[in-house]
C-alpha cells in the first residue's frame, strides 16, 4: 500500500503519522485550560518531539482558541498545524483563516454519525448528514489540500452508514479518514473490524490514510489504538500524559513506547524523539498543575522504581530482567549528583537537564536556583522530588498573579491571622486578615487583595519527599461559573504552599474567565 499524502508525500507502508490533540482535545479537560504563552511553549515542546500533526485547537470556539491556533500556525516550523471545525460553514471558514499562516496545514472536519447522535445530538436524518459530510469537506479543500474527516461516535455507528460516509468524504477530497471512539465504548476487535471492513469494502480506501482516535473510559485506549494499527491504520491520535474529556485519551508516551517496545507485533515507525518524553510530560504537568500519577506508564516516578527484593537482586545483575525499556529511552536519567546547599548554579542547570526540563529562561532558573538554595540551608538533603516541586512552581511565567510573601500568626491562645504580599500585574499589593486557622486567614487575605467569586471546592496537603523537612505539595480546586481549576504549590512551610497552590489555581480561573464559551455542540472528541 503506497499512499501519497499532500503534506507527507509518498508515505512508506511501516510509517505510522503520530497527531497530538493534547492542545484540543486534552485541553477541554475540567481544568486543563492553557493561556496563549503556555500553549506555544506546548506546541515548541511537541516539535521537538517530533510529532507530525499538532491539533493547535479549535478556532470557532472562542478568540482565545482562534488567536492560539493562529499564532502556532505563524510561528511553529515542521508539523501539520491542524485546526477544528464542525461540518458548518462559518467553523470551517474560520478553521481555515485560523491555520493560513502555517507553513503546512490541515482543516479537520467532523460530524456525528451514530443513530444516538443523529438522533438526539444533530436531529438530522441519515441522508442529511451525508450531504454534510459532502458539503463541510468540499468547502474545506478551498482552505488547503490537506482535510481530515472524522465520523464522530464512529465506533457505534451502523456499519453501512459508515462505509457510505467514509466514500462521500474521500470522493470530496478528504486525505485522511478518522474512526474515533469517541465515548471509549469500543473493545479492541471491535476497532480491528471496523477498520478493516472500512478499507475493504470503501471506494478509494487505499488512496487515503486512517486515523484512530481513542478515549479511556473503559481504560482500553492504547488497546485500541494499537488494534487500528494492526487493521492497517497509519495516523494515531493521541495526547501527552493522556490528558482529555472524561478519563482521557490514548497517551502519546505509552502508544509510542508500546510499538517502539514491540515491533513484532506492531512493526511501524514513528519519527518521535522518545528521549523527550519525560520533559514535555513534566513541562503539560506543570502548565497545568496536574501531576501525573505516580504508577503512571513510562512518565510516572515509580515506572522505573523496584521495591522488591527479588527484582532489585535481578535488574542489579540485569536491568532487561525487569525493564522491557530503558529509562534513558524516554528521558529519565540515573544519575549520582548530590545536590546541596553548596552547589552551584551550573550544577542545577544541569541537573534540571537531568530532570528532564531541557532549557529553562534566564529569570525562571535564577528564581528556582533561589528557593533551592533557601531549600537546602533549611533541609539536610535535597531529593530530586524536591527540586522538580520547586522548578515547577516557578515554570509559571505568565501568572498574573505571583506570591511575594506570607507572614502568619496562630497558636491555641491567639486568633490566627495572616499577613500577605502579593505580586498583581508587577504591582506588589499587601493585605491583612483573620480567620478560623492559619490557612482560612491566608486565604482570606488573598481574598482581600484580589476579590472573586471562586468557591474553595478541595484543599489537599500531601508531602513531597519524607521527614519533618519534606516540602508540603498542596492541591486547591476552585469553581467559579461552573468553571472548576485545580492549583498545585510546594514548600517546606505548609502554609506557603497552602498560598502558592490558591494563587496557581485563582491564575488557571482568569485565563478561563478570557476564554470565553465553546458554541454549543462543541466536539467531546472528533
Not at 506570591?403 to 490566627?416: N, T
Amino acid at each position: 500500500m503506497t499512499i501519497i499524502h499532500p503534506n507527507f508525500g509518498t508515505l512508506p507502508d511501516d510509517r505510522v503519522i503520530i497527531f497530538d490533540t493534547t492542545l484540543r482535545d486534552g485541553e477541554q479537560s475540567p481544568g486543563f485550560s492553557m493561556n496563549l504563552q503556555e500553549k506555544l511553549r506546548m506546541a515548541e515542546a511537541l516539535t521537538e518531539l517530533g510529532v507530525d500533526v499538532i491539533e493547535a485547537g479549535f478556532p470557532i470556539a472562542s478568540p482565545g482558541d482562534f488567536e492560539s491556533v493562529r499564532l502556532i500556525a505563524e510561528t511553529i516550523k515542521g508539523p501539520v498545524i491542524a485546526g477544528l471545525a464542525r461540518s458548518a460553514r462559518g467553523d470551517i471558514v474560520r478553521a481555515g483563516e485560523a491555520v493560513a499562516p502555517a507553513e503546512r496545514k490541515r482543516i479537520h472536519t467532523f460530524i456525528s454519525t451514530s443513530p444516538l447522535h443523529m438522533k438526539f445530538k444533530l436531529r438530522m436524518e441519515p441522508e442529511a448528514v451525508l450531504e454534510a459530510v459532502t458539503d463541510s469537506v468540499t468547502l474545506a479543500r478551498h482552505y488547503t489540500d490537506d482535510v481530515e474527516w472524522s465520523a464522530e461516535d464512529g465506533s457505534r455507528t451502523e456499519p453501512d452508514f459508515l462505509c457510505r460516509c467514509v466514500e462521500a468524504a474521500i470522493k470530496a477530497g478528504a486525505t485522511t479518514i478518522n474512526i474515533p471512539d469517541t465515548v471509549g465504548y469500543a473493545l479492541p476487535e471491535d476497532m480491528f473490524r471496523i477498520f478493516k471492513m472500512l478499507r475493504d469494502r470503501v471506494p478509494g480506501a487505499d488512496k487515503v490514510i486512517f486515523s484512530t482516535h481513542n478515549h479511556n473510559d473503559l481504560g482500553l485506549a492504547v488497546a485500541n489504538t494499537i488494534a487500528a494499527v494492526s487493521a492497517g491504520v497509519r495516523q494515531i491520535e493521541c495526547t501527552i500524559n493522556g490528558i482529555g474529556e472524561r478519563a482521557g485519551n490514548a497517551a502519546l508516551e505509552e502508544v509510542v513506547m508500546a510499538i517502539r517496545t514491540r515491533p513484532d507485533a506492531v512493526p511501524c515507525k514513528p519519527a518521535i524523539v522518545t528521549q523527550n518524553i519525560l520533559k514535555t510530560s513534566r513541562l503539560l504537568s506543570t502548565i497545568t498543575g496536574f501531576d501525573v500519577q505516580p504508577n503512571k506508564a513510562i512518565v510516572g516516578r515509580n515506572a522505573f522504581a523496584h521495591e522488591s527484593g527479588i527484582h532489585q537482586d535481578g535488574v542489579l545483575k540485569n536491568a532487561a530482567t525487569y525493564e522491557i525499556m530503558t529509562p534513558e529511552s524516554v528521558g529519565w536519567a540515573r544519575t549520582s549528583l548530590v545536590m546541596g546547599k553548596h552547589s552551584g548554579r551550573a550544577a542545577f542547570r544541569d541537573k534540571l537537564k537531568a530532570l528532564g526540563y531541557g532549557e529553562i529562561g534566564d529569570n525562571q532558573l535564577n528564581d528556582a536556583f533561589r528557593r533551592f538554595k533557601d531549600l537546602a540551608d533549611r533541609k539536610k538533603v535535597v531529593y530530586d522530588d524536591d527540586i522538580m516541586a520547586l522548578v515547577d512552581d516557578e515554570a509559571r511565567g505568565d501568572d498574573r498573579i505571583r506570591f511575594v510573601s506570607l507572614d502568619v500568626h496562630a497558636g491555641s491562645k491567639v486568633k490566627p491571622s495572616a499577613e500577605l504580599e502579593l505580586a498583581v500585574d508587577g504591582v506588589v499589593h499587601s493585605a491583612k486578615a483573620e480567620g478560623d486557622g492559619p490557612v482560612d486567614a491566608t486565604f482570606n487575605a488573598l481574598r482581600a487583595i484580589f476579590p472573586h467569586e471562586g468557591t474553595l471546592r478541595l484543599y489537599s496537603v500531601g508531602a513531597v519527599t519524607e521527614g519533618t523537612d519534606a516540602q508540603a505539595r498542596v492541591t486547591v480546586r476552585l469553581e467559579e461559573g461552573g468553571k472548576m481549576v485545580d492549583g498545585q504549590g510546594a514548600d517546606t512551610d505548609t502554609l506557603v504552599a497552602s498560598a502558592r497552590a490558591y494563587i496557581h489555581a485563582l491564575n488557571k480561573l482568569l485565563v478561563k474567565r478570557t476564554r470565553g464559551e465553546p458554541p454549543e455542540q462543541m466536539a467531546a472528541s472528533a
